[in-house]
Nanobody, 122 residues
Framework: QVQLVESGGGLVQSGGSLRLSCTAS????????MGWFRQAPGKEREFVAS???????YYSDFVKGRFTIFRDNATAMVYLQMNSLKPEDTALYYC????????????????WGQGTQVTVSS
């Protein structure tokens, strides 16, 4: 069992930066692939980034070069550094853990946090 709690969201101007954090409880954190997803009002939840147990990363095309995912297995934390934010990045951001066969498929993740809101003003 893994419990996930996100933090670090907020209101930022276009072009600004935020760092999201996800704290995991449970013994097996290092065994999981960790992912970040987001959901904007009226839209489907979409994949943002993932990181494997050994820190191989995978990004959606719309965040490549702007966002960085990284993890610290010793402290059971995963982070999403978001730079050059755009108004279209506004969404509720979720942290997820699982053993996905496809990193970008939300259905493959077992554990989810409650989300942290990111709002980017133009």
């Amino acid at each position: 069992q893994v419990q996930l709690v996100e933090s670090g969201g907020g209101l930022v101007q276009s072009g600004g930066s935020l760092r999201l954090s996800c704290t995991a409880s449970g013994r097996s954190f290092s065994r999981y692939v960790m992912g970040w997803f987001r959901q904007a009002p009226g839209k489907e939840r979409e994949f943002v980034a993932s990181i494997s147990r050994r820190s191989s990363t995978y990004y959606s095309d719309f965040v490549k070069g702007r966002f960085t995912i990284f993890r610290d297995n010793a402290t059971a934390m995963v982070y999403l550094q978001m730079n050059s934010l755009k108004p279209e990045d506004t969404a509720l951001y979720y942290c997820a853990a699982g053993h996905p066969s496809t990193d970008s498929d939300a259905k493959d993740y077992v554990y989810w946090g409650q989300g942290t809101q990111v709002t980017v003003s133009s």
